[in-house]
C-alpha cells in the first residue's frame, strides 16, 4: 500500500561543534549530592559557561545554530528516549504513526507479530520520506518516488524492476537487500507511552526515569487510555525555553491569572517539586485550597490577582478526586521532550519537537481513559479547555517564550539568572523554586559536554 501525503521535517542539520574539555571539577551540593560540572569549556565559536554554573544560562544557547546543531547529534540522537506516540494510536496490526526525534523524522509501526517498531522516514535508496501521512493502516511501506518496499519492522523486501527490464538495467548481481534496511530505533513502551532510542547505551526505561519519576507517571497513566483528540502549535522560540518553562513552577500562578484566581496553583497551597538524580526529568504538584484568599498577591500587585474575574459555566471547574491523594495539579517532563500533565481531570502530554533554531512544534494529545463513562469524558473535554494553544491557562506559555526569544536578540553574553530556591537541583517540598530548571541544565550539560 503507497502511503501519501506530507510532514514538515524543519531546518537542514549542521555538523557538530568541535569541542575542548579541561578537566573536572567535583562539586557538593548543598543538597549532599556530589556531582562532576565542567570547570572550563571551550569551541571554535569561542562558546564558554559561566563560572557560576547552573544559576547562569547563557542566551547564546537559545540562539546559536552551531549549538542547535550539535543538539541534534548529542541529545536527540545520544543516551535518552524520546517520547514517540501513544501505544493507543496503534491499536492494530498494520497502523503507523509518523514522528519525529529531533529534526528526523520517524515512523512507528505496529507490525503484524504486534511487535511495536520505529525507523527513520527515509528511504534508503535516495532518502525520500516514506509515510507521508501522519498515521493510517498499511501492509508494507512502499516509497512513491522508485518503488522500494519495506517491511512493517523497516526491513527492505523489494526492489523495483531488482533484475532490469528485458535483460538489461537493474542492480548489480551482487546488490544485497539485507544491507538496505530502514534505520531503525529501539523502542518501548512505558504506561501507554512510546519511547524510542538511537543509541545502543540508553539504560531501561524505568532505570532512565528513576523510581520517582516512574512511579508519578503510573499515577496518572494507570490503565488503558483512549485519545480524545489532538491538536500541534507553532512556537517561535527555541525549544529549551518551552521545555524549561514547563519545569518552571515558580511562575505558575504569577503568569497565570485563571491557576491564581480560581485557586487551582497558587505558591501558598501543599505541593513540592520532584527532580530525579539526573536532573533531567521531574514533577511539580499541588494540592488544591479553597480557603486561600489572593491578599499575598495583591499586596505585591501581582498581575494574575483578580478576583473580579467570574466563569460564565463554572461546571468547567466541577473535578473528581479519582486519583485519591487530593493532588489537583502534578506537571512531569522527562528529558529531552515529554511532558505529561493532569490538571483536575484534565489529562494530556505534550510532545516538544525542534524544528529550527528559533522554531519548535509542540504536539497535544488530550487523554481519556477506555473505561471512563459519559459523564467523565464530559468532564475531560470541558476542562481541556485550560491547555491547549488557546488555553486559558496554556495560552500564556504559547506566548512568553517568544516574548523571551526576542528579549534575548542581540544580548550578546547577556546571561539568565536562575537562583531562586538554591542553586542545586534537589527535590524540594515547596514550588517557588527553579530547582527543576537548574536540574533541565545540569543534565543538558552532560549530554552536550558542557
Known amino acids: 500500500m503507497r502511503l501519501d501525503s506530507s510532514i514538515k521535517t524543519g531546518a537542514k542539520a549542521r555538523?557538530?561543534?568541535?569541542?575542548?574539555?579541561?578537566?573536572?571539577?567535583?562539586?557538593?551540593?548543598?543538597?549532599?549530592?556530589?556531582?562532576?560540572?565542567?570547570?572550563?569549556?571551550?569551541?571554535?565559536?569561542?562558546?564558554?559557561?559561566?563560572?557560576?554554573?547552573?544559576?547562569?544560562v547563557p542566551y547564546t544557547v537559545y540562539q546559536d545554530a552551531g549549538i542547535y546543531a550539535a543538539e541534534q547529534a548529542r541529545i536527540y540522537r545520544g543516551p535518552v528516549w524520546n517520547f514517540l506516540c501513544l501505544a493507543c494510536e496503534l491499536p492494530n496490526p498494520g497502523d503507523y504513526r509518523v514522528t519525529q526525534v529531533g529534526e528526523t523524522p520517524v515512523v512507528v509501526t505496529r507490525d503484524h507479530d504486534d511487535g511495536l517498531n520505529a525507523f527513520v522516514n527515509r528511504c534508503a535508496h535516495r532518502g525520500a520520506l516514506l509515510c507521508l501521512d501522519q498515521c493510517g493502516n498499511a501492509d508494507d511501506i512502499t516509497c512513491v518516488y522508485h518503488a522500494w518496499r519495506y517491511t512493517l519492522k523497516g526491513d527492505l523486501a523489494s526492489v523495483a524492476f531488482h533484475r532490469g527490464v528485458k535483460g538489461k538495467g537493474g542492480m548489480p548481481e551482487g546488490f544485497n537487500k539485507s544491507r538496505h534496511n530502514l534505520e531503525t530505533l529501539r523502542v518501548t513502551e512505558f504506561s501507554g507511552l512510546v519511547f524510542g532510542t538511537f543509541d545502543a547505551a540508553t539504560p531501561d526505561i524505568e532505570d532512565y526515569l528513576g523510581p520517582e519519576i516512574a512511579a508519578r507517571i503510573k499515577r496518572v497513566l494507570d490503565r488503558p487510555l483512549t485519545l480524545l483528540g489532538e491538536n500541534t502549535q507553532r512556537l517561535d522560540n527555541n525549544w529549551k525555553l518551552y521545555f524549561e518553562n514547563v519545569k518552571d513552577s515558580y511562575h505558575a500562578s504569577l503568569l497565570h491569572l485563571f491557576f491564581t484566581t480560581f485557586r487551582i496553583n497558587r505558591l501558598g497551597q501543599k505541593g513540592g517539586v520532584i527532580v530525579d538524580d539526573s536532573g533531567g526529568h521531574h514533577v511539580s504538584y499541588s494540592i488544591m485550597d479553597k480557603a486561600l484568599d489572593n491578599s499575598s498577591y495583591t499586596d505585591q500587585n501581582i498581575r494574575s490577582a483578580d478576583d473580579g474575574v467570574h466563569l460564565s459555566d463554572p461546571s468547567m471547574l466541577d473535578a473528581v478526586d479519582e486519583f485519591g491523594d487530593g493532588v489537583t495539579l502534578q506537571i512531569l517532563t522527562v528529558f529531552p521532550g515529554l511532558v505529561v500533565q493532569q490538571i483536575q481531570n484534565s489529562i494530556a502530554v505534550r510532545q516538544v519537537?525542534?524544528?529550527?533554531?528559533?522554531?519548535?512544534?509542540?504536539?497535544?494529545?488530550?487523554?481519556?481513559?477506555?473505561?471512563?463513562?459519559?459523564?467523565?469524558?464530559?468532564?475531560?473535554?470541558?476542562?481541556?479547555?485550560?491547555?491547549?494553544?488557546?488555553?486559558?491557562?496554556?495560552?500564556?506559555?504559547?506566548?512568553?517564550?517568544?516574548?523571551?526569544?526576542?528579549?534575548?536578540?542581540?544580548?550578546?553574553?547577556?546571561?539568565?539568572?536562575?537562583?531562586?530556591?538554591?542553586?542545586?537541583?534537589?527535590?524540594?517540598?515547596?514550588?517557588?523554586?527553579?530547582?527543576?530548571?537548574?536540574?533541565?541544565?545540569?543534565?543538558?550539560?552532560?549530554?552536550?559536554?558542557?
Do not use: H
Open 353 to 450: 519537537v525542534p524544528t529550527g533554531v528559533t522554531r519548535t512544534l509542540l504536539n497535544w494529545r488530550y487523554l481519556g481513559y477506555a473505561d471512563d463513562d459519559a459523564a467523565m469524558t464530559e468532564r475531560r473535554l470541558k476542562q481541556a479547555n485550560l491547555v491547549g494553544p488557546a488555553g486559558y491557562v496554556s495560552l500564556e506559555d504559547g506566548a512568553v517564550g517568544g516574548f523571551v526569544q526576542r528579549g534575548i536578540t542581540g544580548g550578546g553574553d547577556a546571561e539568565g539568572v536562575v537562583e531562586m530556591g538554591g542553586d542545586g537541583f534537589e527535590s524540594q517540598d515547596f514550588r517557588a523554586t527553579e530547582t527543576s530548571v537548574r536540574g533541565m541544565w545540569r543534565r543538558y550539560r552532560d549530554l552536550m559536554g558542557y
Open 15 to 56: 555538523q557538530p561543534l568541535s569541542l575542548t574539555q579541561l578537566p573536572p571539577l567535583t562539586i557538593i551540593r548543598p543538597s549532599g549530592r556530589s556531582v562532576t560540572e565542567v570547570g572550563v569549556i571551550t569551541n571554535d565559536t569561542g562558546f564558554r559557561w559561566p563560572d557560576e554554573g547552573l544559576t547562569r
